[in-house]
């Protein structure tokens, strides 16, 4: 059934509007060098505070204060539902709610053992049976691209490819090897240098080599042992970060409350590696993804004495508790930066995992995102340590982000303004800085194709002009998604217009509003649609509705 623009589209045919393009996929980098921090503050008890304001934090960029830019409360744990049904819409029905709350579970099975991952395994699968709920889309990805899942609803489905996970790890070193050098001293051995490690490793090498070896032959042996060790767990790491990166590009363009959940015992970050990681909680930050991690490892202890099957002993024994009990803590530092940096929760060195699963699909009931813009950065890719501190309450814990690299070149204005229109066009959030509604239009060509037009009816009076040559400009930008029914991203459209008006014509737009129109052909069926609106000054609108195309 065709239908016809309403009146107040017609406006745009009596006004000079002119489009930089014509209508196009939105596209939005994540190049931009202001500093977001995700911080969770808790009470003594360990209960979420939402209540504190702006003025009630510091920000310590390598010890010197931050001025605090950008400040937003985020509330989770909040099941949202569509906040406006514009003319011409039809609801949903009930027995297909949209998609609200979206869980990516990452198996890290290059890391995982098979006993660690047989158990996780069985309390996700009990966890997702007794928890899914109507509106709830969840996704099963692992570390190696194996056994993986897109967000879906189908409990069938993801309990099936939930009891095929299976271990695809490689042993970087074992007992029989010799010299048997960890990934943690290989690390320490190689980077750092550590004369300890080396030391352990070569009194290793000559107990198990029963050969007359002379110290520097020995010496030799054991970084040949550690570069191999290194190589292959830098290789895996470098596999492991990427598969989180892109777990928060997929997870990043679905409209909704974003969480992934990192199933991992943990694993080696070099130096080299550490900017990658960065990277990921920044991508993951800048995307409102939150990340929470469960220690596939549970309840876990570190050997007494060292590893019985070493022949050496003495200092030799003290030294492999030593780094034993480091490796297990740098494990653990893994999954909690990596929840701290985004404000997700950390379930570490616990058996009872089915609630570690509760804990870390839950979202955060408040989380507070600073931003600040770093006085006097330089551009050279160093290490900042950030430290934040709440000034006026006492007995409170600060959950937060514990540091960033520093870009290697300046921002582009330019890209950080789309990727700010991005993250709105893929949250479910709506923002009002200027008065906007969503009326959906279709036209069905056939059983199998139809053209849906988003109109955005857009109040005049808070957008700001410049006068110019004797007209009124201001520029307006438009960016719309269309979603299915399990919040998979359809296809989206971005769009400026550049308004040019007399004084005559801008008044009469400031009465009468104006309509601006976006268009996407797709099939008939149940869609999600999303709005944003943006003005010259950054004043921001968003809208969420759903249309049904019989």
Known sequence: MNIVLSQAALILCAISVFSQAPDAPATFSSKVNLVMVPVVVRDRDGRSIGSLKKEDFQLFDKGKPQVISEFVIEKGEKTEGIAETAPGMKKATASAPPASRFVAYLFDDLHIGFADLVRTRAAAVQHLEESLKPGDRVAIYTTSGQNTLDFTDDREKLLAVMNHLTPRAR???????????????????????????????????????????TRMQLEAEVRAAARRVLTMSDADAQVSIGALRNAVQRIS????????????????????????????????????????????????????????????????????????????????????????????????????????????????????????????????????????????????????????????????????????????????????????????????????????????????????????????????????????????????????????????????????????PLSFDISPGSYLVRLVVRDGDGQTASRNGVVEIP
């Open 171 to 213: 042993a970087t070193h074992t007992a029989g090897d010799c010299p048997d050098v960890s990934e943690y001293v290989a690390d320490a051995i190689i980077n750092l240098p550590d004369a300890t490690a080396m030391q352990m490793a070569v009194a290793d090498a000559a107990a198990c080599l029963k050969s007359g070896s």
């Open 253 to 516: 363009t679905v409209p909704g409350q974003r969480t992934i959940v990192l199933v991992s015992p943990g694993f080696l970050v070099t130096a080299a590696y550490r900017p990658e990681e960065a990277e990921a909680i920044d991508r993951a930050i800048r995307a409102h993804v939150t990340v929470s991690t469960l220690d596939a490892r549970g309840l876990y202890t570190v050997t007494p004495g060292g590893d019985p099957s070493k022949s050496s002993g003495g200092s030799s024994a003290t030294a492999r508790i030593r780094f034993q009990t480091e490796a297990a803590q740098a494990q653990g530092d893994l999954l909690g930066e990596l929840a701290d940096g985004t404000g997700g929760t950390l379930f570490h060195n616990n058996d009872n995992l089915l609630e570690g699963f509760r804990r870390t699909s839950a979202f955060p009931e408040f989380v507070y995102m600073l931003g600040f813009a770093p006085q006097d950065m330089k551009l050279d890719g160093s290490f900042h340590a950030l430290k934040v501190t709440a000034k006026t309450q006492r007995d409170v814990t600060l959950q937060t982000r514990r540091g960033y690299f520093a870009p290697k070149h300046a921002d582009d204005p330019t890209e950080a303004a789309k990727e700010k229109l991005g993250v709105v066009l893929f949250s479910r959030d709506e923002m009002s800085d200027i008065p906007v509604s969503l009326e959906t239009q279709f036209v069905k060509a056939s059983d199998k194709s139809a053209k849906l037009t988003v109109v955005a009816h857009i109040d005049m009076k808070p957008v700001h002009f410049e006068k110019a040559d004797g007209m009124n400009r201001a520029r307006l930008s438009l960016a719309s998604a269309v979603f299915d029914r399990n919040g998979v991203l359809v296809s989206t459209l971005q769009k400026d217009f550049n308004l040019s008006l007399t004084d005559a014509r801008l008044e009469a737009a400031r009465v009468a509003g104006v309509a601006l």
